[in-house]
């Protein structure tokens, strides 16, 4: 089972409100995301479509971000009219995002609400036409917490309405382990490793660092959503062949240049090789009404 106070203690002490722009490899990500989500959220005018999703009658559209932190994606989404719910296990990262809100005075994030992924018993069905999962599958080491997790986003997820998810795959995941490995002895020993790579499940020996950690294969997502009613948009990596090379990539000040460079991550970006092996990844899919 997965130990949730310890993903608590961590997110008490990492800087995970800062995480995106702390360095170019979070510079990078968020650039990215936000370049998908734009592309790939529903407006307003989208969402009279068939197999039975309603559509507000003041045109707003609801979005979930469970496990959002302090609200990295959802304070931009809420400033661009979106009608955010910011969920998330860590008080910590809760308290800061209250804290931001009032600050801004960001009306459109509805809520930041304490909730553990494997249970939206809070949310009643059908009552967002987004979810934002953006972290709990870097954490859900067991196959029922997967299970329990998607199936409440099914729920709480209007039919036709779109999950985002990310995920750390298998491969990427576990190689950076001997990284940890040789750098951080106290967190890794070799049959933490050899556990990870048979079983994609990382349990850290020490209270430092990353922790509870699962890495997947992009198959084994692409099965977790399908087998619980989602339909596939979309499998890609994120970073793209940028994973390891952002330092470089912000080197080029000619915009024109920068924006090539983004475009080619783009369009490589759902390569398997790439998703396998270059960081974090995203799957969308849309809830089917059967």
Known sequence: MTDFEKIKNYYSRFDEKHRLQNDNSGKLEFLMTM???EKYLPHPAEMAVADGASTKSDGEISILDLGGGAG???????KKGYKVTLADLSETLLSQ??????EDKVQNLVSCDQVNATDLSCYKDNSFDVVLLFGPLYHLTEKDEREK???????????????????????????????????????????TLEECFNSGKFKNLSDNGFQ??????????????????????????????????????????????FSKILELIDSTAADKSIIEMCGHAMYIGVKNGR
């Open 35 to 37: 370049g998908i989500l």
């Open 72 to 78: 990295a994606y959802s304070f931009p989404l809420a």
């Open 97 to 102: 995002a209250k804290k931001q809100k009032e």
């Open 149 to 191: 997790c998607i199936k409440e986003i099914r729920r709480v997820l209007k039919t036709g309405g779109k999950v985002f998810a990310s995920f750390i795959p298998h491969l990427s995941g576990s190689i950076a382990l001997v990284q940890r490995f040789c750098w951080s002895p106290d967190q890794v020993d070799i049959n």
């Open 212 to 257: 509870e950690g699962y890495y997947p294969a992009s198959e084994e997502i692409e099965n977790l959503f399908a087998t619980n009613g989602f339909e596939k948009q979309l499998l890609r990596s994120i970073r793209g062949f940028g994973y390891e090379k952002e330092d470089v990539i912000f080197k080029f000040k000619n915009k024109s240049v």
